[in-house]
């Protein structure tokens, strides 16, 4: 046997070195993050609006795909094509559009996700998507929607109560005044989801506050069932949205979740 500073130890592991784990090595890779980015950049690989700026029509993928409420055509969520509410969250107008998207969503995920896991980042990701397609069919139900800016501005908001849990300034961290330029850039500029942006960030907040919650009761299931919970109702609420257009004179135009600088 062999003296340490731990005690007695048998030569052969007195020689073995113990593994030093730092916050560095042991904070978990946003593994969803990265997944969703390369759906998003498939999905507009496949949608084929390759064009920098301009915002085309895209092919049938982007056409079926695109979020719709109802249209005088008979196209739309109102019609049974309940999968617009979904898809249109991963289809993008421009390359600059699905850049600016996917960098935020970068930024957003490497801070949220190795803080609340993966599967309750996956949640609020839902959550957050699916409240911004409510908002959008409850504001432009008859304008094609694309972007991820609903999910991404979920995102900003469950950041914001994570940071005001942990008591960090959120002026101070600079989430506060990412948000508050979006939402700027949501009202000043034309051809943006405002309903969108807006039902995105509070679904995001909601879905990290009921997250909170369930931590205060040390219960994983409640925070799922919270998450699931408003993903729910901000689905049936596109539905009903959706539904309620029907009647309603066309709008015309297209309407794209974007961010900042485009």
């Not at 130890?9 to 969803?32: D, G």
């Not at 795909?65 to 739309?76: C, F, K, V």
């Not at 930024?107 to 949640?123: D, R, T, W």
Request: with cysteine; aromatic share 8%; proline share 3%.
């Amino acid at each position: 046997m062999t003296t340490t500073a731990v005690g007695m130890r048998c030569p052969e592991c007195s020689r073995q070195r113990t593994k030093v784990h730092t916050m560095r090595n042991t904070i978990r890779q946003p593994q969803v993050t990265y997944a969703l980015i390369a759906i998003n950049l498939v999905a507009f690989l496949a949608e084929g609006n390759l064009s920098f700026s301009s915002t085309t029509a895209g092919n049938s993928l982007y056409q079926k795909g695109a979020l719709l409420g109802s249209s005088p055509a008979g196209d739309g969520v109102a019609y049974g094509e309940w999968w617009r509410v979904v898809t249109g969250g991963f289809l993008h107008a421009n390359v600059l559009h699905i850049a600016f998207n996917m960098y935020l969503l970068y930024v957003l995920g490497q801070m949220l996700e190795p803080a609340i896991g993966s599967l309750k980042f996956g949640l609020v990701y839902a959550a957050s998507l699916l409240s911004g397609s409510f908002g959008a069919l409850l504001v432009t139900p008859h304008a094609f929607t694309v972007g991820a800016s609903g999910a991404v501005f979920g995102l900003m908001g469950a950041v914001a109560m994570e940071m005001r849990a942990r008591q960090v300034s959120i002026m101070e961290s600079g989430i506060g005044g990412l948000i508050l330029i979006n939402l700027a850039f949501s009202f000043v500029l034309s051809g943006i989801s405002i309903g969108g942006h807006i039902g995105g960030l509070i679904g995001g907040g909601l879905a990290a506050l009921a997250i909170q919650t369930a931590d205060r009761y040390r219960s994983q299931a409640l925070a799922l069932i919270g998450c699931v919970v408003i993903a729910a109702a901000a689905f049936a609420g596109a539905i009903a949205a959706s539904k309620s257009s029907e009647d309603a004179v066309p709008a015309t135009g297209q309407s794209i979740f974007i961010t900042p600088g485009q």
